[in-house]
């Protein structure tokens, strides 16, 4: 076992009960000494005053504060001061991080990972997520109630940061069960699973958790904030069905795992940019998260998609390797031996992950397809000729809404 210290990674939304599962394993854990970094978005750290007051403990002495900002950006710099300066000057066996409601857990948790000062004295044991159980259902309520959805503090879908929050967690608590229906919780289960297969979900009412479900369970891996998330298993075809080119049927891998069904969809043909945009804006609402590289015709450009919920946003990646002048692509291509190329098309493919736990997928699958381009419609666009109808797809860095709560 390591002698670095061990890190515990909180996150979740605003009000979803971090604060309060904080106070309760200040108060309930005797058999260790707990350090406590926490981040708010206001001008006054207000969380750091609620943990001091409800554990009894003075923020000057058991809890350190960041000042106005998000510690897994801007405030980088900060908090490896911070954890560095604990360490040096407090003894302690556990150390806690809350990131503020509006940030992802997985920056924090790299700070730990990478080859720095802070690596060298620590080591991440688990990513915890909280979920207001009924705020997490809402935000992936179907298209005819957006009143239940909502926006984080920077006014992006809630159900984008949600995913993002989940996807790399080893444990998730339901949080505020209390406030759902059996069939309510069994269905939020269902999406955690879909969206991190890997994780532990835990049912509680006002954060009340057993310490030990949550602390010294070594149960971070480092691939859990690079390439376990479900979608990224899928897309590596770690334990999903998949889709391949000329196999729209192909043998189906689910995840044993409630009623989550996800594929892979890959093809070496491009889409009609209206016809894709379509189909993206019309998934079914079974469909919790779906994310990958789309070749467009008539852009150069890889359009990375990303949907959770009802929000679906594409973003133009770098050129595909193949558009690219011959000198600088076969650079690139020396430089990635590990590339798949076709001889016709390079790079250019498109692999598309659906997750979900309620829609038929052959229909999808059949759906995808007609967007397509035809033969007739291949010839023209590598002519330069336009295909007509709507093209939303950005290019050169640019991001595309092509649907919102």
Known sequence: MSDRTPVTVLSGSLGAGKTTLLNRLLTDVTDREIAVLVNDMGDVNVDAELIAEGSELDVDDGVTELSNGCICCELQDDLETAVVRLASERSFDTLLVE??????????????????????????????TVL????????FAHA?????????????????????QVEVSNVVLLNKADLCTDAELDRAEELVAALQPDATTIRTEFSAVASERLLGIDRFDERAIADLPGWKRALDGHGHENAADGDAHAHRHPDEVYDVSSFTYRRRRPFHPGRIAAVLRDLPAGVVRSKGTLWVAGNDHRQQVGQAGQSVRVTALGPWIASRPAVERDMLRSNRPDLEWHDEHGDRETAYVVIGTEFTRDA??????GALVTDEEWTRATEGDELGGSDPFPTAGDEAVLREP
């Open 99 to 128: 990131s503020s409601g509006i940030s992802e857990p997985a920056p924090v948790a790299r700070l730990f990972t990478t080859e720095s000062r802070v690596a060298d004295r620590y080591r991440v044991d688990a990513l915890v």
């Open 364 to 369: 999808l699958v059949d759906r995808l397809d």
């Open 144 to 164: 005819d109630t957006p009143e239940r959805r909502g926006t984080d503090a920077e006014g992006r879908p809630l159900s984008d940061l949600l995913v993002e």
């Open 132 to 139: 207001d159980t009924r705020q997490f259902l809402d935000a």
